[in-house]
């Protein structure tokens, strides 16, 4: 145990081979520059083979609905590109922003979606009797965007998720 010394937490960071995010904590009271992972992605987004191209006008339209909604939605046929785009628009966000990405493609029951936005989260879903509300608190929290991606399977499920989220968390889902 250290004495006279202050340990302050500075954020959350995405660790390339780590699951979730990891929370980093400093020793002493100095100022340090916002915290970026060796490829400077908010978050756990997915990467980016390649830039986004022709699309600058609907991020614009996605970006300024952000501004203004608490939930935006994408939809569209399987692979015009809804993914890239949201993902377009978080690696876009200043570093300091939270932003998850919670993939709920291999979700295969509604039961399972609290299991899946812990993980993506990087909360232990096992320690807790009632996940989604653990996953609540810990939103409740923080300024964090949540990107729902993969929620035509488990729509109804997926909506009262968003739902209970959005009556705890302060930022916004896409």
């Known amino acids: ?23 980093i904590r400093q020793l002493g009271s100095d100022e340090h520059p916002p915290l970026l992972s060796g490829a400077a992605r908010p978050g756990n987004l997915p990467r ?20 203004v909604s608490r939930v935006v939605t ?9 993914t890239r785009l ?3 628009l978080a690696q876009a966000l200043p570093p300091e922003q939270g932003v998850t990405f919670v993939d709920l493609a291999a979700v295969r029951t509604e039961a399972a979606l609290g299991q899946a936005l812990a993980a993506a989260l990087g909360l232990d879903a096992g320690v807790h009797d009632d996940v989604v509300e653990a996953c609540c608190e810990y939103l409740q929290a923080r300024e964090q965007l949540l990107i729902v991606d993969n929620c035509e399977h488990v729509t109804d499920g997926a909506a009262e998720l ?8 302060p930022a916004p889902v896409l």
């Open 1 to 23: 145990l250290l004495t006279g010394v202050e340990i302050r937490e500075v954020g959350h960071l995405h660790v390339d081979g780590l699951a979730g995010t990891q929370l």
């Open 86 to 88: 949201s993902v377009e």
């Open 74 to 82: 994408l939809v569209g046929p399987g692979g015009i590109g809804k």
């Open 48 to 67: 980016s083979p390649s830039p986004l191209i022709g699309r600058a006008g609907l991020g614009r339209t996605v970006g300024e609905a952000l501004d």
């Open 162 to 169: 968003v739902d209970r989220v959005l009556q705890v968390a």
